[in-house]
């Protein structure tokens, strides 16, 4: 898909944003990680295209719904801004997206890492050299990212014919954590020395598995506190809401205001159910998976 529509952008603009390129540096290093295999030049021309593909699909569609409602000249002024807003969002959506799922990948790196380590230390233990360590760990799907960056590191090593010191300097400079960046370089530090890789492993895995129950004993307190802001907020606040929307409604004089139940089908129906599903989306990226 990627490569369908950077072919279909830079047909259609030619070189004419060679000179926008240079504004976009910023993206370069997360673009580097993510993994997406394109290079700056062709991300931005990619994403160029679909904004423009997206504003000119928008700006026909809000202008036949909107002359329904408006007239002519109020009816195109909307449909511009809204298309050109739509058009911003989907500008920013990409601009964030090779950090985004960077951040995906450095999470389940980190989450995976102290199980990993546990076992390439036990593989370690029994003798295996330790090229062959990042053999056996590639065919672990369950680590995820961490067996993607092995199978990378097995592949320059036997396909490739790369050094495994080597192979594991590059694995470091482009993965995404931190943590299996330090976990690398002293592997590669250890082997150059000739010292215990199982011990060191062993030692890392232990130091992994300690953070990573910190890591859960703050998670169950925001847990927590989330809980409580929830309920207090969200479920009380809006049963409040409606109690004293139907009491100031029945304190009307004459005709009943037909506002108050609007409000109240749109906070019922449409608020309530959207802030549930931030909550949650929201306890779903802070987990510690």
Known sequence: MWEKLVNLSVKFFGNSLDPYVPFFETIRPDLAKSGLNLSLKEYVYGMFFVVL????????FFSIVSSVFLGPVLSFLFSLTISFLLSLLVFFIFYSYPSFIVASKKKSIDAALPFATTYMATISSSGTPPHLIFKILSQFEEYGEISNEAKKIWRDIELFGVD?????????????SELFKELLWGMTTVISSGSDLSVYLREKANGFMEERRRKLQEYSKTLSLMIEIYLTLIIVGSIFFIIMASIMSSF???????FLPFIQFVVIYFVLPLVSVGFV????????R
């Open 252 to 258: 009307s004089m004459g005709k009943p205001d037909p």
């Open 164 to 176: 495994l010191l080597d192979a594991m300097r590059r694995a470091a400079s482009r993965t995404p």
């Open 53 to 60: 593909l997206v504003f000119i699909a928008a700006l026909p």
């Open 281 to 288: 989306y929201m306890f779903k990226v802070i987990s510690p």
